[in-house]
Nanobody, 124 residues
Framework: QVQLVESGGGLVQAGGSLRLSCAAS????????MGWFRQAPGKEREFVAT????????YYADSVKGRFTISRDNAKNTVYLQMNSLKPEDTAVYYC?????????????????WGQGTQVTVSS
């Protein structure tokens, strides 16, 4: 069982940066692939980035590649999403998710555990 709590969202101007954090409970955090997703009003939840348990593999949505970086610190049970060069279209509620696997996972339905989300608003 894993519980996830996101933080770090807020209001930022276009071109700015934010770093999201996701703190996980549970002693087996290091065995989980972690993902970040986002959901804008009126839209479906979409994949943003994922990182495997060791941090050895990462994968990004095309829309954020080169601007966002996912990382994790297993000693702190925390996964991060560094977001640079933010655009108004990045505005959404951002969720972290976890799945007990060693594989890269990008599909919403593949993740078993979800946080409550944190709002990111990018003004133009």
């Amino acid at each position: 069982q894993v519980q996830l709590v996101e933080s770090g969202g807020g209001l930022v101007q276009a071109g700015g940066s934010l770093r999201l954090s996701c703190a996980a409970s549970g002693r087996t955090f290091s065995r989980y692939t972690m993902g970040w997703f986002r959901q804008a009003p009126g839209k479906e939840r979409e994949f943003v980035a994922t990182i495997t348990w060791s941090g050895g593999s990462t994968y990004y949505a095309d829309s954020v590649k080169g601007r966002f970086t996912i990382s994790r610190d297993n000693a702190k049970n925390t996964v991060y999403l560094q977001m640079n060069s933010l655009k108004p279209e990045d505005t959404a509620v951002y969720y972290c998710a976890a799945r007990n696997t060693i594989m890269v996972v990008t599909a919403v339905h593949e993740y078993a555990y979800w946080g409550q989300g944190t709002q990111v608003t990018v003004s133009s």
